[in-house]
């Protein structure tokens, strides 16, 4: 499959936000090619806002609040999701399997090197599924994310083979049958305070740990959610909402090193915390991105952090800058998005 030039792709989003009516939009759609990644993935988009898409057409069309002005965001019909990002995320359903060989081979070099860093440690990795995966694989039945899904399995089998066991799409198996699609409907590029309890769990069988030792202590508590995604789209942007989080009552917590919020540049934030009422008598080490963060979040790393007798998080999605530091935990997690794998 071509990847658009430059000039081309500014050439078409400079057509695409200047659209006034659904008629237009549809017009603008039978442009599209079938076979260049950024044109296939914006029909496939465009299909999905039905209120648009089959309304009149002189009806008024806003592309803004379809697609955000800088493309990082777009719409997936009533649930704002991840669109180019910072990657070019939405074109890579679309690109051949062998494209990413090499992200592969790069990605498991690295989590090797992080394995013999720490010879004496349990090592395992979660690679978070993106919100317009889990709709499209598992509420939707669609095959579209088959190269994502077969480059990851790629992953995991090279990495099992070494005794680094991977957590990805598995936890989600048969979530339609427990959710409505309309619990994506918020603004927010990351999962549910639920989705990450699911993983957590995941996570610590992978490490050795009987999830039937710690459920009992989870619960869940309301805490007012901004969304990264509110402000994206044009238009009135939505209200702050109240949502589900992880809670651990009897969790003892205590920030021993590092600052309580986000470092500028991202990179340099990190946290040592202490419980003084573990329940599980281990430290773990995080390498991880904004689907563990730091504890105020309530990800995973709070999860973490409620459990262990120590928790350190250092944002660096699955280790990938390097800088290792010189520790010796019991456990190390790994954690990054599916989308900055590919």
């Known amino acids: 499959?071509?990847?658009?030039?430059i000039q081309h792709s500014q050439d078409l989003w400079a057509e695409f936000f200047a659209l006034k009516t659904a008629g237009e939009l549809r017009s603008f759609q039978n442009t599209l090619d079938k076979i260049t990644p950024l044109h296939l993935a914006l029909n496939y988009y465009i299909e999905t806002w039905k209120h648009a898409y089959d309304s009149r057409g002189d009806a008024s069309f806003s592309p803004g609040r379809h697609i955000s002005v800088d493309r990082?965001?777009?719409?997936?019909?009533?649930?704002?999701?991840?669109?180019?990002?910072?990657n070019n995320w939405s074109w890579k359903p679309y690109m051949a399997r062998a494209t990413f060989d090499k992200n592969i081979?790069?990605?498991?070099?690295?989590?090797?090197?992080?394995?013999d860093k720490y010879p004496n440690t349990l090592i395992t990795l979660a690679i978070i599924p993106e919100k317009d995966y889990l709709i499209s694989k598992f509420f939707l039945n669609e095959d579209r994310f088959s190269t994502v899904t077969a480059t990851i399995s790629a992953i995991s089998m090279r990495l099992q083979d070494h005794g680094i066991p991977v957590v990805f799409d598995a936890p989600f198996a048969n979530i339609e049958k427990h959710h409505d699609l309309d619990r994506f409907q918020y603004?927010?590029?990351?999962?549910?305070?639920?989705?990450?309890?699911?993983?957590f769990s995941r996570l610590l069988r992978a490490l050795g740990i009987d999830w039937a030792d710690v459920k009992p202590f989870i619960s869940m508590r309301t805490q007012v959610e901004y969304g990264d995604l509110r402000e994206k789209f044009e238009g009135e942007h939505p209200a702050p909402n109240e949502s589900f989080m992880p809670h651990i009552d009897a969790a003892r917590l205590q920030l021993r090193h590092g600052q309580e919020t986000f470092q500028s540049p991202l990179g340099d934030t990190w946290q040592v915390i202490i419980n003084e009422y573990p329940l599980i008598d281990r430290s773990v080490c995080i390498f991880g991105d904004s689907h563990s963060s730091i504890l105020s979040q309530k990800r995973l790393t709070y999860l973490f952090a409620s459990t262990y007798r120590d928790c350190t998080f250092y944002w660096n999605p699955s280790g990938v800058r390097g800088n290792l530091p010189e520790i010796e935990p019991d456990h190390v997690v790994l954690e990054i998005?599916?989308?900055?794998?590919?």
């Open 1 to 5: 499959m071509t990847v658009p030039n």
């Open 72 to 86: 990082s965001a777009a719409m997936y019909g009533s649930s704002p999701v991840i669109f180019e990002g910072t």
């Open 105 to 115: 081979a790069d990605f498991c070099r690295n989590a090797l090197l992080i394995k």
């Open 187 to 199: 603004w927010d590029s990351h999962l549910t305070g639920q989705h990450y309890i699911i993983i």
């Open 337 to 342: 998005s599916s989308r900055f794998v590919l």
